[in-house]
């Protein structure tokens, strides 16, 4: 599919749209050209903050999984967006696959006079209810190990999160469902998120008390709302005091951790990552390819071509997990035949975010946390390749200054034998 | 720093319905529509838990036919049956005594109480002469629990009336082609009402009703 296409090729829409306008869409449309794909049209405000670039980057972001069963596990949990849709240059939607009809089961809604059964994917909201609540409504009762399955396999999507420096911001209620025979999840509205921190995205009843609005939500807030939802699953708890007491009377790192991660004893970048949550809980995270600089995990072909993203470049910072913030964009040498596809924006982030800096590789198996939130990125790691070159202006002294001297030693050799040449025939 | 207590909020709901007998061959119609919110709400559990409903018919006497309650808890509805007057004022006294108590309990659950939502159906214009002054204890300011108001009405419901007596928004069915669709539409727009709030966690009139007009709400201060 081609990564930014014209809302023309998604075929006739029809009038009104197959799903409701919520949050930031004028509706959800399916899309008769990409069966089994939904077009998200965005409102006019989002049109107008969307940044095409850090769209068209995380729609990139499912590459740097190199182990394909890894890929599909990611496919298989996650409406990832597949492509900008784009209207006279302008961006106003996204196209994402639907839940797949594995996730539709059987189940009885209730109702006072007439019940009947639908057939649908159930809200992750349901998790959090007990197992009478599921059964007056024919959907399985949850064991323990039931709900267990169900949290490692939210957390091993959180955890590509995180290793991505992505910001989801929205982990609720409202944008997963659940497969109560598999034990598996579907996450969607995902094209929302941003690299680094971005404005308060208020989550109903998953409010971090230690991120206020309008303070902007991080990948801090993302564990305080994750640990929650995954709190409310293994509790069966809603309220977050009833949460964290049900966790405090449980053993173990599991409730250990997401207590840590609920409170974070009053500071919020002490709070565990979810590489470490996914570590006791025994998930294994996804292994992402190292990701340069850039984040750019691969080149895709220029428009007019089609078929499979070309082969990605050397990588030049092979410790590196996730894309680091840049501090801004620089030609390269090398590069003759446009632009990068994915330059993140000065910001960082979709509506308006900065970067953030990216979990180090020791975050992955060290509780280390990522760098707190404001800090300033650090410096890009050294360069040792000839992929990452210097400005072509720049005050500062060059790398290469041996070869400049070098240089200038041997024109100045040359020059003095001229002179010599010179005074001797004359 | 230290870490703020966090209290799930609530939104105390009030459906007021007009049962009067001029409703009289709405009344399956009432029910089945009344059924549906309450499906749909039983089945939504983050907006069963922001908004707890209570149920208040109003004609000649007003009746709390259903207690504030969480709707999860709502085991059964109460078949509304139509007759009798239009009267406001006792249907306004009977809603502010509920609201004191209502609010008492709920504070009771450790549940932050957002300033309750009440929503009036009405066909009619009121019988009663002395309902205003009822209203007024209702709405005054010195009330602290004083409720945000929202009318419906259809039939020969008077727009006058209806902005009088409400304090958020007032509609007034003009585009529907009978009334039916009148009620289907109100308790649909209660219903998106309460799931938008509960999505902001506090109260979210919509702009448009379909089949309704909005009329001015009549301010005295």
């Known amino acids: 599919m081609p990564p930014v296409m014209e809302v023309s090729q ?54 740097v999984l190199s182990d394909p069963s890894e890929a599909a596990f990611l496919a298989a949990s996650t409406s990832w967006p597949a492509s900008r849709i784009i209207e006279q240059q302008r961006t106003v939607g996204v196209i994402m696959p639907e839940a797949p009809p594995r996730m539709s089961v059987n189940w009885l809604p209730r109702s006072y006079t007439n019940p009947t059964v639908r057939h649908g994917p159930i809200p992750i909201d349901y998790l959090a209810k007990n197992d009478d609540w599921l059964e007056q409504r024919q959907i399985p009762r949850q064991s323990a190990a039931d709900r267990d399955a169900l949290c490692r396999s939210l957390v091993r999507v959180a955890c590509f999160f995180e290793q991505c420096g992505l910001v989801y911001a929205d982990w609720s209620y409202a944008n997963a469902f659940w497969q109560p025979y598999e034990h598996t999840v579907y996450i969607f509205d995902i094209d929302g998120s941003s690299y680094g921190p971005r404005p308060h995205v208020f989550t109903s009843e998953f409010e971090d008390p230690l991120t206020p609005d309008p303070q902007p939500v991080d990948n801090y807030t993302d564990r305080y709302r994750l640990a929650l ?54 998930v294994l995270a996804l292994q992402t390819k190292p990701i340069d600089k850039t984040g750019v995990g691969g080149w895709r072909p220029t428009k007019g071509q089609s078929g499979h993203f070309a082969p990605s470049r050397p990588n030049t910072t092979a410790t590196v997990t996730s894309p680091p913030a840049a501090p801004g964009w620089r030609p390269r040498r090398d590069f003759k035949g446009g632009r990068p596809t994915h330059p993140p924006p000065a910001n960082g982030g979709l509506f308006g975010g ?45 790398p290469d200054w041996p070869a400049k001297i070098g240089g200038m030693f041997v024109i100045a050799f040359v020059v003095g034998l001229l002179f010599l040449c010179g005074y001797l025939i004359f | 720093m230290t870490e703020p207590m966090v209290k799930s909020k609530v939104l105390p709901t009030y459906l007021v319905v007009d049962t009067s007998s001029s409703m009289k061959p709405q009344e399956q119609l009432l029910n089945d529509t009344i059924d549906h919110v309450f499906e749909v709400l039983g089945n939504s559990p983050r907006v069963s838990e922001f908004a707890h409903i209570s149920i208040v ?75 205003a002054g009822d209203f ?15 009318s419906y009405g259809f039939g020969t419901a008077n727009a006058a009336v209806l902005g009088k007596i409400a304090t958020k928004a007032a509609y007034l069915a003009t585009e529907v082609d009978n009334e039916k669709e009148a009620i289907v539409s109100m308790l649909t727009s209660l219903l998106n009402t309460l ?5 902001s966690q506090e109260l979210r009139i919509p702009e448009q009703v379909d089949g309704y007009t909005r009329v001015p709400i009549e301010y005295v201060n």
């Open chain 2, 195 to 199: 799931v938008t709030s509960a999505s």
């Open chain 1, 354 to 398: 900065r970067a953030v800096a990216p979990p180090q590789p020791s975050d992955r198996s060290e509780p280390t946390p990522v760098l707190p939130a404001f800090r300033l990125p650090p410096p890009p790691p050294p360069t040792t390749t000839s992929m990452r070159t210097p400005p072509t202006t720049s005050s500062t002294p060059s």
């Open chain 2, 136 to 150: 007024d204890a209702l709405t005054d300011k010195g009330f602290r629990r004083r409720p945000h108001i929202i």
């Open chain 1, 10 to 63: 998604l075929g006739v829409l029809s009038d009104t749209p197959d799903f409701k306008p919520a949050g930031e869409s004028l509706g959800v449309w399916r899309t008769p050209n990409f069966p089994g794909y939904l077009f998200k049209k965005y409102n006019a405000e989002v049109c107008r903050k969307v940044d095409p670039a850090v769209l068209d980057r995380l729609i990139q972001q499912p590459h």
């Open chain 2, 57 to 131: 018919t109003f004609n000649t006497d007003a009746h709390v036919v259903l207690a504030m309650a969480d709707i999860d808890q709502v085991s059964q509805l109460p078949m509304i049956s139509c007759g009798g007057s239009t009267n406001y004022g006792r249907m306004f006294q009977v809603v502010k005594q509920r609201i004191d108590a209502d609010i008492d309990d709920l504070g009771k659950l450790g549940r932050a109480v957002l300033r309750p939502a009440v929503f009036i159906l009405t066909d009619g214009a009121p019988m009663d002469k002395n309902w």
């Open chain 1, 229 to 282: 939802l995954v709190g409310r699953i293994i509790t069966v708890r809603r309220s977050q005091p009833d949460v964290k007491a049900a966790l405090a009377q449980m053993a173990g790192p599991v409730p250990q951790t997401l207590l840590a991660m609920l409170s974070g004893s009053g500071d919020r970048t002490a709070r565990p990552t979810l590489t470490q949550l996914a570590k006791v809980l025994g």
